[in-house]
């Protein structure tokens, strides 16, 4: 079955492209494309998309609050429908990102990202995994760092890193999405994905983030180690 989806967002144009984007894609299917909050509330409730792509600044309600709503309703009996939700917008305000990743979203994307990134972010939340704008995610990593580079314990794999998932999380470590990867590395797309997720299991990880993380700390992101 093909990945469905929602986009709610307030200027027509960004609808379009984003739909022009999916549709060109033979798994992925957009189901509606909506101009506000409430109206994405209620396209979820309706159509019960896989995944909902939110801007954050939109009419009635916002895409935060809207998050917040829908992740709310986990774990409560009157549950109806709980999408992975991704946030495309054209504010990478911190404030932003942290409250979207803190209330529950698979992803945060600015609108000037690459359509090849917008159809990962799709594909990644599908399967309940994270992908963010490499910006976002190279600047996530500098507040998160320690200072200094010491005082914390790095984690040990269960399994040592390959050589080639060694080179796979470097890449990834400097912000580059699976393709990119693929391309520096001349991997197909299938393996690089193999590969993060080799990285994943061995080093207990929720998504991309904690395994670019991993590698600053543990000075791989520099070529060492």
Known sequence: MPISVVIADDQEVVRMGFRMVLESQHD??????????????AAVDRLRP?????????????????????????????CRHIPRIVIVTTFDLDEYVHAALHGGASGFLLKDASPALLVEAVRAAAVGHSLLSPAITARLLRELRPAGGGGRTVRTPSEPLTDRERDVVRALAGGRTNAEIAGALYL?????????????????????????FWAWESGLSSGSS
């Open 188 to 212: 197909s797309l299938s393996t690089v994905k193999s590969h993060l997720a080799n990285v994943q299991i061995k080093l207990d990880a929720r998504n991309r983030v904690e395994i670019a």
């Open 50 to 78: 896989d995944v909902l792509l939110l801007d954050i600044r939109m009419p009635r309600t916002d895409g935060l609050e809207v998050t917040r709503r829908l992740t709310g309703r986990a774990g409560r009996p009157d």
């Open 28 to 41: 992925i299917e957009v189901l509606a494309d909506v101009t506000d909050g409430e109206a994405a509330l």
